[in-house]
């Protein structure tokens, strides 16, 4: 245990780059170490009293009991990233830990070299890959070697080698197999198929199993065979399904008809309308008894459904050549009524009775009411638009400034039709209303393209969908632009313009941390250096940089794309959040190992940071190492400078905010009043509030010795750090945000 231990301390701060942990540790490292040691060896030896009760592998016991604790987390400082030792399974440290762990019988050699992750291996799985035709016996057993060499996942040795997509592997964990599809419709299938006499049981069984081994559609696979000719089984079929049957390379389609819904929507439900009669549409269907099929497209486009039966494949190709030949169904184009206009004027103006707008808004069509209320939040300046279900009609909200504002709210009957459309914008599965869905949308308004998120919940009554505005000029500010006072913003150039190392920002949530990573960002030279995000989700496209988007499904997590990232030859890269501990440990040995480390945190106030990175499992030496600035930061909304009004706070705000009345009297306070120009707010754009700690020799020294928080905060104030709330007082005084503002901020 010893060697392992000390071989740890000598690789990461000697290596070259690592400045910090000089090669003579301080009496706090030693303590640090040896308590460490202690911890570790203590939790070895209790796995292995659970092996001999349990029976179970010591593998498993450290991966799960002790999982959140200091094995794995020292496991993972002294597992290195692959790119350093190329072809070599693992660093010599790690290789030095595995044998201590053999030669002490914690472990034995089989264990450590299958166990680590091939939990993650489900052979069930590989073989369900294997009968799909998605991979061959043989690349199953080349990954298998390879995992067993490496004991890199065989998930990713599969992905890497390009032989699997991660979709592939998700999919076929969630189903089994590669193709999912209902038993029940299955069923009926082959009970109609065997009904028309062309098909016998066991060529439908065949087909069947033939279909879950291949993904090809049953009767495409009939036809194949020369079970039965296409245009008889189709005939034969649509008299059982007691619909008239249609080949759609011989049938003239409708480009109307088809411009009804959305290319989307066909592909997902398998049908295509084909023929526009009144009411009536004509669609084409793989399965003319899908009755949600039908529902939705009753829903979407409010026509009846006369379905009939096009087979699966042909289906597919007519609808990809129909919609690339068709123009899109005129959505948010469309041009403006009169209702809208008028409702327009009203948003603009926001001081129509909301009863007069519903009225309007009962008037207008769905598709157009959607877009003006899009519209509405635009003029705004809304960042979100919340639609929500509530007992008495679906009520809209607008998020400005930080703060939800009730615009209207609208008649129940609408609710279903409105979030439907919104939902047909975002490319989401309307007919899913139980699970909770999220999704991308563009709007064209004038000649501006709006990009927006749009994310529902399943509530007790009806789905609620937030819309959440993308607009890339608010985020994307300068480091100049943020808010910093201007000794912060030395501070923070200063930290930017560092090799490696990593800076934190720490804040609430919508307390701006990501405007103030992406500014940072903006002062890296991209054309030198590699720049890599990883966010959740990515948001905003930054040219000239890689940005990967996590997803657990696929366990694309922090922690994962960080150390896909260190093998990726990175010099700057910025982790959307620091939550788990997993990735706070890979993040640090990032900063370590001269990398530029961009990251955010949870926790109140700068020095805050500390105390989390501990909670994660990063011990004091490591959070010195490793971080050398951090950030807190609050947004306040600005006073609008047209409508404010100079007042007299009373003396108990004023002493809330550290201030002292007597001197006080010689500042002008405002207060938010409200006018046309503030959409009535009495508020107009935001700013930042910053705290900035530079962990100097003296804080490095405080938290390696284990000082408290308050400790901490008292030394760096007494050296002139401004908290958050002294920052903010600076804006106060400069007239640009209200005390009540600040105050609402600050003690969050
Ligand atoms: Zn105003």
């Known amino acids: ?91 010599p440290d790690a290789r030095k830990m595995k044998d201590v762990l053999v030669e002490g019988g914690w472990m034995t050699s089989d264990e450590i070299s299958t166990g680590d992750a091939a939990g993650q291996y489900d052979p069930a799985i590989g073989r369900a890959l294997v009968d799909s035709g998605a991979l061959t016996e043989d690349q199953l057993a080349d990954a298998l070697a390879e995992h067993g060499r490496s004991g890199a996942p065989v998930w990713r040795i599969l992905v890497n080698r390009g032989l699997l997509a991660p979709k592939q592997i ?63 089984l189709g005939l034969a079929l649509a008299k059982e399904y007691g619909v008239p049957y249609v080949d759609l390379g011989q049938t003239r389609i409708d480009p109307a008809a088809v411009a009804l819904l959305p290319e989307h929507l066909c592909e997902e439900s398998r049908m295509l309308p084909i023929a526009l009669a009144g009411d009536r549409v004509t669609v084409a269907m793989a399965n003319p008894n899908d009755t949600a099929a039908r529902d939705m497209f009753r829903m979407m486009v409010s026509k009846e459904v006369a379905p009939a039966l096009a087979f699966d494949t042909d289906l597919l190709e007519a609808l990809k050549r129909e919609h690339a030949r068709a123009p899109q169904a005129p959505a948010a184009g469309a041009p403006a009524a009169s209702p809208l206009t008028r409702l327009k004027e009203r948003l603009r103006g926001a001081a129509g009775s909301m009863q007069e707008m519903a009225t309007m808004a009962g008037k207008m069509g769905v598709i157009d009411l959607v877009t003006s209320i899009i519209e509405g939040a635009i003029n705004s300046r809304a960042t979100d638009i919340h639609l929500e279900p509530q007992t008495y009609g679906l009520r809209v909200r607008y998020r400005i400034d930080g703060m ?62 937030v819309l959440r505005m993308l607009n890339a000029d608010e985020v994307f500010l300068g480091l100049r632009e943020l808010g910093l006072e201007p ?71 922090f922690a994962n794309m960080l150390r896909a990232v260190l093998r990726q030859d990175a010099n700057v890269m910025m982790v959307g959040e620091i939550r788990d501990e997993d990735t706070a440990a890979v993040a ?46 609050r947004l306040v909304r600005k006073v ?65 010795a284990d000082a408290g928080h308050d400790e901490i905060v008292k030394a760096a104030s007494e050296k002139g750090m401004m908290n958050l709330m002294q920052a903010g007082v600076k804006k106060v005084q400069e007239g640009a945000v209200t005390l009540e503002e600040l105050l609402r901020v600050t003690t969050l």
């Open 588 to 633: 640090v040995r990032a900063a370590m190992t001269g990398h530029m480390v961009f990251s955010t945190l949870h926790a109140n106030n700068a020095v805050g940071a500390i105390g989390a990175l501990r909670h994660l499992g990063i011990p004091p030496y490591l959070i010195t190492s490793a971080v050398h600035t951090v950030v807190a930061q």
């Open 1 to 91: 245990m010893a060697g392992a231990m000390e071989s740890n301390e000598k690789n990461y701060p000697g290596k070259p780059g690592s400045r910090t942990l000089s090669a003579k540790p301080s009496k706090g490292l030693d303590e640090v170490l040896a308590h460490a040691q202690d911890e570790t060896r203590r939790q070895l030896e209790d796995a292995i009293e659970k092996k001999k009760t349990t029976g179970r592998s010591l593998t498993d016991i450290l991966r799960q009991d002790v999982d959140r604790d200091m094995f794995r987390r020292i496991w993972a400082f002294l597992e290195k990233p692959a790119e350093e030792k190329p072809g070599e399974p693992a660093s």
């Open 404 to 465: 939800l504002y009730d615009v209207m709210t609208l008649p129940e009957k609408m609710e279903e039709e409105i979030i439907a459309r919104v939902k047909v914008l975002s490319n989401m599965d309307v007919t899913e209303r139980r699970h909770p869905q999220d999704g991308h949308c563009s709007i064209e308004i004038g000649e501006k393209t709006y990009d927006m998120r749009a994310a529902t919940l399943p509530t007790v009554l009806g789905e609620k969908m």
């Open 487 to 557: 000794e912060q913003f030395q501070a923070v150039e200063a930290a930017v313009a560092r090799p490696y190392g990593m800076i934190l920002v720490t804040g609430p949530i919508a307390a701006g941390k990501t405007s103030t990573l992406y500014a940072a960002l903006s002062e890296i030279d991209i054309f030198t250096r590699n720049v890599v995000t990883i966010e959740d989700p990515v948001e905003y496209r930054l040219p000239g940089i890689n940005q990967v988007e996590i997803d657990h499904r696929v366990d694309r997590t």
């Open 640 to 704: 609008c400078a047209r409508c404010r009004e100079p007042y007299t706070p009373d003396e108990s705000l004023l002493r809330a905010a550290g201030l002292d009345p007597q001197e006080a009297r010689r500042m002008i306070f405002y207060k938010a009043v409200g006018c046309k120009e503030c959409y009535r707010t009495g508020y107009r754009g935001r700013t930042g509030i910053f705290e900035i700690l530079s962990m100097d020799d003296a804080i490095k020294s405080m938290v390696l």
């Open 170 to 232: 998700a999919d076929a964990r969630k189903y089994g197999s590669l193709k999912p599809s209902s038993t029940a419709d299955d069923a009926a299938l082959a009970e109609m198929l065997v009904k028309t006499g062309l098909v016998t049981e066991e060529q439908c069984r065949k087909a069947m199993a033939e279909r879950k081994a291949t993904g090809r559609e049953v009767t495409q696979i009939l036809i194949d065979s020369r079970v039965a000719a296409k245009t008889v």
